[in-house]
């Protein structure tokens, strides 16, 4: 664990992942520290890469992409030409949320925002035009009971 994750920076960093648009006033008030000593708390988090961004989260289904995706990559090439190229097409494709490259059965699992199974199938089609994999599978997600971004402090 950081050294400098005291527990006045874990308040901090608690309350700017449940909302980063707090002002430093109301964040220094709930964390029982003056505004400027709270500043700088959070100037050195950022600083020390504690904190990487600050963002705007969006509902995906007001934006029109109510569906995800969990899609599940097997490859019989391992090689770093074919890393490379399956790591610039999962860059460049914004339907990609999120990818891992995994230990077990799976080399790799992405998570896919499209507005329907139609979308789906259009990026699955651009996805094998661009990789060659051994097998694509994709499971759907029927309800979204956890979806968080914070981190357990």
Request: charged fraction near 30%; hydrophobic fraction near 45%; glycine fraction near 4%.
């Amino acid at each position: 664990m950081n050294e400098s994750l005291d527990a006045k920076n874990r308040s901090i960093l608690d309350f700017l992942q449940k909302d980063a648009s707090i002002s430093i006033e109301q964040l220094a008030e709930k964390v029982s520290l003056s505004r400027n000593a709270c500043w700088r708390r959070v100037r050195t988090l950022e600083d020390d890469g504690l904190i990487v961004r600050r963002v705007a989260l969006l509902d995906p289904k007001k934006v029109g992409l109510p569906l995800v995706a969990l899609v599940q990559v097997r490859t019989n090439r391992h090689e770093a030409g074919w890393l490379e190229q399956f790591r610039d097409a999962v860059m460049e494709m914004p339907e990609v949320v999120a990818a891992w490259r995994m230990s077990g059965d799976l080399d790799y699992v992405l998570r896919v925002r499209v507005d329907s199974v139609a979308g789906y199938d259009a990026f699955y089609q651009r996805l094998i035009k661009r990789v060659p994999m051994s097998d694509v599978s994709a499971s759907f997600v029927l309800e979204e009971i956890k979806d968080t971004t914070e981190l357990p402090l």
